[in-house]
């Protein structure tokens, strides 16, 4: 029976190493057409050291000859890519006739005076307007406009009377102060109607628009907690415009605006330069064991926070084995296993055991949920790796995944989940800068570490 058994191992670790090595190639494919079909950066040296030169020289920005214009920062990726205004059809839909030219920006260092940008380690690319980053910066990132933003997305907490207020509020102040385009979520717009505030949003009536909307926001404002950042961050499934979450939840680990102090918070950012948080995402695929020769079977799913993989309903234990690029990892019996992004480090994974982690620190979390084991300690993996976590032939029973804590898909014996950072972050507005900000969320949300202090009185060195 033993020799059967593992036989039957031997046998699914070949073809989950198979599995493994096509799953690599299939990404390595993907990322080298997309890092082609995308862009070309020409002539931009006068804003990039010679380091940078070197590593940005893999990609281009095609940015057309009559928008090209010199370069204006001596620190920074440029690109003078401005979108065309949509020429009206026939019978131009408002939502698209409206919309003006989307503004254009420069990602810059913020080191402290250092004027020749010696601390560039990797790089940031901006093309035609959406931010990617292949590697991570080390050092606090600022945007600064190089043309104004015109238009802003709002993203609201549902059913929330306070939030719903606000956002008319602000809808109004933007639109009357700052001359501001506004889109909302179709369900936000009747609200806006039906309240009278402000009867000329914008919004979205087909999936093909709100798969452009990239192309038309300058920013976005969510008001609600850490789940309607996450929300919006997940009508994205490509670029994300800059996100500032202003804080009407209970925890706001994510939303480190204050809500009173909107006008004078996006005067600031609508002016800029202001820091900026890139939250890395997951980008998830489920291959499934019966269309395992097809390349790609489903869509990629992206989370902010962490896809977790457990038993569901099932009363067994989950039984998954995991792969970090080809090599095997281990196998997890327990209740399940989170992958999580460093943004997601204080959420789910923290709970379940795992580190907290800066958001700007390149890694993946590795977190076991109840492993029926003494041995197995989280692990914090680099942000290059793809993960391979598949549901053996012999396992008793399904696994479920669920993306951000929600949309769980069932993951049946020979099915596998593979993960690996997406090249499209959520840029976050900072308050203050990615350190400060971390901090003060797990002071103030968490009470980190919070003791009394131990009085003077007493034994003496
Ligand atoms: N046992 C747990 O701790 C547990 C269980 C399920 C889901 N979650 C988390 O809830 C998230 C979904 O959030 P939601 O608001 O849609 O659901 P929700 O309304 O159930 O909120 C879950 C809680 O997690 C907090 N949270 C979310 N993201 C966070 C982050 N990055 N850092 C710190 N706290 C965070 C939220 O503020 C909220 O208080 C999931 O991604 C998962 O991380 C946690
Ligand atoms: N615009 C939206 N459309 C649909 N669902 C949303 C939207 N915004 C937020 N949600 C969902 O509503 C839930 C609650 O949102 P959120 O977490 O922001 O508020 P909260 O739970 O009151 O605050 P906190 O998370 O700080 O406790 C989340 O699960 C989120 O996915």
């Known amino acids: 029976m033993r020799t059967v058994a593992k036989a039957l191992r031997q046998v699914a670790e070949g073809k989950a190493a198979a599995q493994a090595e096509a799953a690599e190639w299939k ?11 995308q862009t070309r950066i020409k002539d931009c040296g006068t ?34 890519e401005v979108l065309q205004d949509e020429v009206p059809g026939p019978n131009p839909r408002p939502s698209l006739s409206m919309v003006g030219r ?70 109004r102040w933007l639109k009357e102060h700052k001359n501001i385009n506004v889109f909302v979520e179709p369900w936000v717009s009747k609200e806006l109607l039906t309240d009278d505030s402000n009867n000329t949003v914008q919004t979205w009536d087909n999936d093909d628009d709100k798969k452009m909307l990239h192309k038309k926001v300058d920013l976005i404002v969510t008001l609600g907690g ?11 499934k490509g670029p994300v415009p800059p996100v500032v979450a202003f804080a009407m939840g209970s925890l706001g680990f994510m939303t480190p605006f204050p ?23 997951l980008q998830c695929h489920v291959i499934r064991d019966a269309a395992k020769d097809e390349i790609v079977t489903e869509e990629p799913i992206l989370v902010l926070n962490e896809v977790t993989i457990d038993r569901g309903i099932s009363s067994y234990l989950t039984y998954l084995e995991c792969y970090c690029d080809s090599s095997f990892v281990t ?34 979390l590795f977190t076991p949920i109840c492993p029926h084991s003494l041995s197995f300690r989280p692990l914090i993996l680099p942000e290059y790796v793809t993960l391979r976590i598949q549901v053996p032939y012999n396992s008793r029973g399904h ?27 959520v840029p976050t507005a900072c308050l203050v800068d990615s350190t400060t900000d971390f901090l003060r969320s797990i002071h103030e949300g968490l009470h980190w570490n919070l003791r009394k202090t131990q009085t003077l009185d007493g034994p003496r060195d």
Not at 155 to 160: A, L
Not at 259 to 280: A, M
């Open 27 to 37: 990404r390595k494919y993907e990322l080298e057409t997309a890092q082609k079909q």
């Open 331 to 364: 196998c997890v019996q327990g209740d399940g296993l989170i992958i999580s992004t460093t943004s997601g480090s204080t959420a789910y994974s923290l709970a379940a055991g795992g580190s907290m982690v800066h958001p700007q620190v390149p890694g993946i």
């Open 399 to 425: 696994a479920w995944a669920s993306f951000d804590g929600k949309d769980r898909k069932q993951l049946a014996p020979g099915d596998a989940l593979i993960c690996s950072i997406s090249p499209w972050p």
């Open 259 to 281: 809500s009173e102090q909107y006008r004078d918070c996006l005067d600031n950012v609508l002016k800029g330069p202001f820091s900026i948080t890139l939250r890395n995402r």
């Open 102 to 171: 989307k503004a254009s920006f420069r990602l810059s260092w913020g080191c402290n005076g250092n004027k020749n940008g010696q601390h560039k380690h990797d790089f940031v690319s901006f093309e035609k307007g959406d931010i990617t980053t292949a590697e991570r910066s080390s050092k606090q990132i600022l945007l600064k406009w190089e043309s104004r933003p015109q238009t802003v997305l709002f993203i609201t907490k549902p059913n929330s009377n306070s939030v719903r207020v606000l956002c008319a509020e602000m809808v």
């Open 47 to 80: 804003c990039t050291d010679d380091n940078l030169g070197k590593m940005t020289s893999q990609l281009s920005l095609e940015a057309p000859a009559s928008d090209q214009t010199g370069c204006c920062g001596n620190h920074g990726i440029c690109s003078h």
């Open 226 to 236: 850490d789940g309607t950042v996450l929300w919006a961050a997940s009508l994205f």
